[in-house]
């Protein structure tokens, strides 16, 4: 009995949404910073084996919007969460606070089969994962829904990543594979040399910058070089709001914009499997997250 179906996890900023479909996948498909809003849109992770075919579906943080980007990331969370087989919740297990952002998730997914996943388990005391699950369990019942499953977990340990596996194809209808059996994510080698690139700026920027900028291919070409080697010449923009934030993310003699090319050249080259030419340049859009034609590709996922 071969069973395929769609698996949405969300949760707040930093829960470990990302991570924990990319350890599942066993593919970088999704970027990971420890600064929150790293997800823009939704991606799908694929995981097949002889038995199912779970797809994955990560989302944004849940958090209050401020700008249109901000609302599109949130629709998409919503669009998520509807007509799908099995709704991961996770919740980080070092801040287990039921706060506004907490609710409006739970009251979104309470008519869905919900799993409720503790994730970080092995940062706390295990005398406080009991109290967690008592909380979130008290919760979801007062406003008439239920957790199917529970399960505790450390993504970075890998911890309790088999048992939430299994408890997952429990709840997938049978059914034929949707995607192929080679298949592990929806988006494209473009999309990802976007996401590596912003990942590569979210780590190495200060605080202020990296929410306000936005990366765009305008080249991805394959050629042939003189040794007839593959090589792929990408051409990218890194847009800012402020020319402040231009100078902080070149760098002083460029020294900031050549670490964050050298860190993504060789990840994506790692991705690709050939040679990379990566060009990169800055230019400032003001206000580029309330404008609608800079969000389309985040509009696209909803």
Known sequence: MFKSGYITVVGKPNAGKSTLVNKL????????????????????????????QMIFIDTPGVHIPKDKMGEYMMKNVESAVKSVDVIIYMVDATKPTIDKASETIMQNICNNNIILCINKIDKIEKGKILKIISIYDEYIKSIGGEFKEIVPISVYKEDGLDILKECIVKYLPEGECIYSEDDITDITEREIVEEIIREKALNNLDEEVPHGIKVEVEKFKKRKNRQKQSVYDIEVNIICEKMSHKGIIIGKDGAMLKKIGTQARYDIENMLEDKVNLKLWVKVRPDWQDNDNYLKNIKSKI
């Open 25 to 52: 996948v066993g593919f970088k498909v999704a970027i990971t910073t420890p600064k929150p809003q790293t997800t823009r849109f939704n991606i799908k992770g694929i995981i097949t084996d002889e038995k199912s």
